[in-house]
């Protein structure tokens, strides 16, 4: 049972289950800086300490989740974030029926189509449909911070170069 801060034991904390408040825009619904803040929450009460690599990116996960949702899908309208069996889930609800598209960037041309792709390289990512009422996307990351743990398997890790002589 979370406290009066929402914190749940360290194991997790729950805002907004839906129809309470987290519309769009027009309804002061969450924003990605409040949904980062309740992930690093949650994971700076996590014992023993969570890796900051692992910390950095649940918080860059929420917050392109919630970016999401405002941006394309009318608001967020739950979001949850829960930490257990070695890893952390983060769950965002809105009220569109529409799936979430991988948009190609175009850094030239606009703004934008970094996230969903970023969010499905750093996180196991599930899409639940809520028929009429939208949808909650589940992304959960491990508390170790082996990165290549759901990393595209076509992904190549950049190498170190040694330095060349007289750099350091």
Same mark, same amino acid.
């Given at each position: ?8 034991g ?23 800086g ?42 967020v ?10 890893? /952390? =889930?983060?769950?965002?609800s809105? %009220? #569109?029926?529409?799936?979430?598209? @991988? +948009?190609? &960037? ?9 996230g ?8 196991? /990512? =599930?899409?639940?449909?809520?028929? %009429? #009422?939208?949808?909650?996307?589940? @992304? +959960?990351? &491990? ?26």
């Open positions: 049972m979370p406290d009066e801060d929402g914190h749940d360290g194991h997790g904390i729950e805002g907004g289950n839906k129809g309470e408040g987290l519309g769009g825009r027009g309804g002061g619904g969450l924003r990605p409040e949904a980062r803040a309740r992930v690093y929450d949650a994971l700076l009460a996590v014992r023993p300490p969570v890796d900051v690599l692992v910390l950095a990116d649940a918080v860059l996960v929420a917050s392109e989740l919630v970016s999401n949702a405002v941006r394309h899908a009318g608001g309208t739950g979001f949850r974030v829960s930490v257990g069996d070695g890893e /952390v =889930e983060i769950s965002v809105d %009220g #569109s029926d529409a799936m979430p598209v @991988a +948009r190609t &960037p175009r850094p030239l041309v606009r703004e934008g189509g970094y969903w792709g970023l969010v499905r390289r750093l996180a196991r /990512v =599930e899409v639940v449909e809520e028929p %009429g #009422s939208g949808k909650t996307v589940r @992304a +959960r990351l &491990p508390l170790t911070s082996a990165h290549s743990t759901y990393e595209h398997p076509g992904f190549v890790p950049a190498q170190r170069k040694p330095p060349r002589s007289g750099e350091r």
